[in-house]
């Protein structure tokens, strides 16, 4: 017996429960039933049991069975066809099928649900906004039509309806994750057709949606976009309330099982793509802790984007901790892998800048070396060459003309005020022997000092 064959009495009856009944109890009586009536003496009993069982124990099939058993008989061999043919997936067929439903029996919504959501996957999404119109006016205070015909007008790209059926299932269900959730998306999307403040609307609003949101447990894996909304839009002046936010994305992955991590994977890269330019870096041991429970962020692109994002942290803080701004600036440029021809050419001004004025920064390098391995070795070519040359003029050489060249190269005219022909390098000095007093004033051998 299949799912769609005509029972002789109803599922329930057949295992001897009521249609409120739990898996636990469909369980009882299916194996109390099947002593009754054992399959080599009843076998047609047991085809119904069984049939009974497989179909009440399994949600879906369930549901498709009470959605057939509240259906006219006259209709009800249409309705297994449109299941069918959902089920294949042949949405337009399907469609075609509840339409003939409705058409004899205007009053069934169940069907007209399932005739919207066909429309919608058979990408009829304009048709599909009608028929959920029509539910949304026979239904005024249902918040899951206002929802569905909020998605419909998103899908059609008509944002300005779907923000105003979003508030309006927010306003009739304000414990909705997924309604806070989708007024968030079309509150974004309108903010790409040209609408200002985003970040503080969106940091209203999440904050707004965690509030009313406070005493749902159901699925609160939910909430981890929610929370990482507040975090990024927090800013730098509110790290200690955007820390708050990252220890409760932590918890909800922990305790969202698979979908806790699934939510937060998407929560870490949004996350990740804030820190640098919103002075987040300061939360990014939290961050690396958030990231070891996700599974889904091992691969190398994340990871190097990691150690960025860590790197740049240390950055930021090299002024603070003395070192002159010219390092900072040029490890901004290395740190994220320059690929625009100004960033190569600023490049090649900074390391000219440091050799021109050795006396200046090559103590500075010294204790980068020391201090700072990891950015040391970003750039540890030039900074070895400049600490060990015993021809400063020749690197500067070099450089100059490597930096002509580029202009060259990227048609970057020798008029432009921005990058300005190079001066040769003129000795400013008489040359010193290796052997000879230092220059500085220190008494050893300038081999020994600043020729080291």
């Given amino acids: 017996m299949t799912l769609f064959d005509e029972p002789k009495k109803s599922y329930y009856e057949a295992l001897g429960i009521t249609d409120s009944a739990g898996n636990a109890e469909i369980k009882r009586a299916y194996f109390k039933m099947v002593r009754k009536y054992q399959p080599d003496r009843f076998p047609e009993e047991f085809k119904e049991i069984r049939a009974a069982y497989e179909t009440l124990l399994d949600p879906e099939k369930r549901a498709e069975y009470n959605a057939i058993g509240s259906l006219p008989a006259s209709v009800a061999p249409i309705f297994r066809d449109a299941q069918w043919y959902e089920r294949a997936g042949r949405h337009s067929k399907a469609a075609e099928c509840y339409q003939l439903i409705l058409k004899s ?71 909705s994750i997924d309604g806070w959730l989708f007024l968030i998306t079309c509150t974004i999307e309108q903010e790409r057709n040209g609408r200002n403040n ?56 922990r305790e969202g099982g698979r979908d806790g991590r699934d939510e937060g994977s998407k929560a870490f890269g949004e996350i990740l793509s ?81 050799i021109d004025n050795r006396k200046l920064y090559y103590p500075q390098l010294r204790r980068l070396k020391e201090e700072f391995p990891e950015l040391y070795a970003l750039h540890s070519a030039f900074f070895t060459e400049a600490l060990r040359t015993r021809d400063p003029e020749k690197m500067l050489y070099k450089r100059e003309k490597k930096y002509s060249k580029l202009k060259r190269e990227f048609g970057i005219p020798d008029d432009d005020p921005e990058y300005a022909p190079e001066q040769p390098v003129r000795r400013a000095e008489p040359k010193v022997g290796r052997n000879d007093p230092c220059p500085c004033g220190s008494g050893k051998k300038y081999k020994r000092c600043c020729g080291a």
């Fill in 274 to 354: 804030f820190i640098p330019s919103d002075g987040l870096g300061r939360l990014y041991p939290e961050i690396r802790k958030m990231a070891d429970l996700l599974p889904y962020i091992g691969d190398k692109k994340t990871l190097k984007k990691l150690d960025r994002t860590r790197r740049s942290f240390e950055i930021d803080g090299l002024v603070e901790k003395g070192f002159p701004e010219i390092f900072r600036d040029l490890f901004r440029l290395l740190n994220y892998e320059f690929d625009e021809d100004e960033d190569e050419l600023e490049i090649i001004a900074i390391e000219h800048t440091i």
């Fill in 105 to 175: 029996h205007p009053e069934l919504d169940n069907v007209r649900e399932k005739y919207a959501r066909s429309l919608s996957a058979d990408d009829k999404t304009g048709k599909a906004a009608e028929v959920w119109g029509e539910l949304c006016r026979r239904h005024p205070d249902n918040p899951g039509y206002a929802m569905e015909l909020g998605h419909s007008y998103f899908e059609r790209g008509w944002t300005r309806k779907a923000f105003d059926e979003a508030k309006r299932a927010i306003s009739l269900d304000r414990s």
């Fill in 198 to 253: 985003i970040f503080d609307r969106l940091n209203a609003l999440s904050l707004e949606a965690l509030k009313a949101l406070g005493t749902v447990k159901k699925d609160e894996w939910k909430k981890i976009p929610l929370h990482a909304h507040a975090l990024i839009t927090s800013g730098i002046k509110k790290i200690d309330k955007a820390r708050v936010h990252l220890q409760e994305i932590t918890r909800l992955i």
